[in-house]
């Protein structure tokens, strides 16, 4: 059958000791040593499991600062996930980042009536401007910029988001 003494007859059904007592009667002694040695190997695992300590909560976006009373977390659309801090943090850099956009911008359209460069005197105002040489020119100097400063201020591993250190070195921080 493939089987030994002990499977045969059923007894590991039998409990503790006494088992491996009979088993040893039947099969001879090295049934019993592999018995016990089963028994020890189960418990230094249980003991393991139990020492090791318990895994870290996942990441929750809920719980992150900004997700309070009285709208707690708004995520209606589901781009965040429970455990995807990676993604997170880039999206709240994003947010940060167009939100300060938007804040120059606002400065720039009040701006934009009292104060005039140089050499855009005579430029005509709104999108009539992008139809004349300057207009071209001050859109490809500004779109250069930007990009200068997108690449120069990258985001840091280890910052939370939308903190790039002290960069200009004034230390006010």
Avoid: C
Avoid at 140 to 145: G, S
């Amino acid at each position: 059958t493939g089987k030994d003494a002990v499977q045969q007859f059923g007894l590991p059904a039998i409990a503790g000791q006494k088992a491996s007592a009979v088993g040893a009667s039947f099969t001879g002694s090295s049934a019993s040593q592999a018995l016990a040695k089963r028994l020890v190997a189960r418990k230094a695992s249980a003991t393991a499991e139990a020492e090791a300590p318990p895994p870290p909560p996942p990441f929750n976006p809920a719980e992150q600062l900004g997700a309070g009373a009285p709208l707690g977390f708004f995520d209606p659309m589901g781009f965040t996930a429970v455990g995807d801090e990676r993604g997170f943090n880039k999206l709240r850099a994003s947010e940060i980042k167009h939100g300060r956009v938007a804040m120059m911008a606002s400065i720039g359209l009040l701006g934009q009536h009292f104060i005039k460069f140089p050499f855009f005197e005579k430029a005509p105002a709104g999108f009539q401007l992008m139809g004349t040489g300057e207009g071209v020119l001050g859109f490809v100097v500004i779109l250069m910029a930007s990009g200068i400063l997108e690449l120069a201020w990258r985001e840091r591993e280890g910052f939370e988001p939308g903190n790039f250190g002290d960069p200009f070195g004034v230390n006010m921080y």
